[in-house]
C-alpha cells in the first residue's frame, strides 16, 4: 500500500481513538494530506486537513472541536485524535494525499490521488 492507517478500533461513545498514518514510498512532509471517512451506502466525506508552508488545518463542521490533525515531521507520520466519539462517527477511515504543498488545503475527495486501505473506526451507544 502506499499509506497505512492504524488506530482504529471499537469505542463507546464519549471515547477517544488516534488514528496514525504512514508512508512506505513518500514523505508526507512534502504533500497537504487529508482524512475521510466513509460508511457503506453513503460518499466518502472529508473530516480533516493539513496544509504545507506552516500546516494550517481544516474540519469538517461535524467534527470540529473534537478532532484534531497534525504532523509528526520526524516519523513521517500523520495523526487523527478523536475527543468525545459518537456512534454516527463511525466509518472507516482514510488517509489520503492531496498532491500539492500549500497553505490551504483542500477537503474534496477529487483533490486526492492516492488514498490508504482504512481503518475501522465503530463507536457504541
Known amino acids: 500500500e502506499q499509506f497505512v492507517e492504524s488506530g482504529g478500533g471499537l469505542v463507546q461513545a464519549g471515547g477517544s481513538l488516534r488514528l496514525s498514518c504512514r508512508a512506505s514510498?513518500?514523505?508526507?512532509?512534502?504533500?497537504?494530506m487529508g482524512w475521510f471517512r466513509q460508511v457503506p451506502g453513503k460518499a466518502r466525506e472529508g473530516v480533516s486537513c493539513?496544509?504545507?508552508?506552516?500546516?494550517?488545518?481544516f474540519y469538517a463542521d461535524s467534527v470540529k472541536r473534537r478532532f484534531t490533525i497534525s504532523r509528526d515531521y520526524d516519523r513521517n507520520m500523520i495523526y487523527l485524535e478523536m475527543n468525545k466519539l459518537e456512534p454516527e462517527d463511525t466509518a472507516v477511515y482514510y488517509c489520503a494525499r492531496e498532491p500539492k504543498w500549500s497553505v490551504r488545503c483542500d477537503l474534496s475527495e477529487s483533490s486526492y490521488d492516492t488514498w490508504g486501505q482504512g481503518t475501522q473506526v465503530t463507536v457504541s451507544l
Open positions: 514510498k513518500y514523505n508526507l512532509n512534502n504533500w497537504n
Open positions: 493539513i496544509g504545507g508552508d506552516g500546516g494550517r488545518t
